[in-house]
């Protein structure tokens, strides 16, 4: 399967985005998804999970409570929905998939977007 995030830019503290993650070439109901964030000088961590048919998931601590993830298989799109975003938010922002595990480790995920980047100024 094929991943093609979108939706980053450069927004002011506080403010929202919503990131989308297309998937071609495979069917998308198939896969886990998962989204991940890399800022500058930093490894790449997780951000949500969320579960084939998008009945459940999880989130990092440092987001709960101001992202949401979700997904539309009939689309074949999944979605990151950013509230509150903070400084801190800041990074190029990955989506994944794998067929097997709802995870939320990088070598988890066989599938890779190539990243969208966010940027929050204070």
């Known amino acids: 399967v094929q991943l093609q995030a979108s939706g980053g830019g450069l927004v002011q503290a506080g403010g929202s985005l919503r990131l989308s993650c297309v998937a071609s070439g495979g069917t998308f109901s198939s896969y886990v998804m998962g989204w991940f964030r890399q800022a500058p000088g930093k490894e790449r961590e997780f951000v949500a999970v969320i579960t084939w048919s998008g009945d459940g998931g999880g989130y990092a601590d440092s987001v709960k409570g101001r992202f949401t993830i979700s997904r539309d298989n009939a689309k074949n799109t999944g979605y990151l929905q950013m509230n509150s975003l903070k400084p801190e938010d800041t990074a190029v922002y990955y989506c994944?998939?794998?067929?097997?595990?709802?995870?939320?480790?990088?070598?988890?995920?066989?599938?890779w977007g190539q990243g969208t980047l966010v940027t929050v100024s204070s």
């Open positions: 994944a998939a794998d067929r097997r595990y709802v995870g939320t480790n990088v070598d988890e995920y066989d599938y």
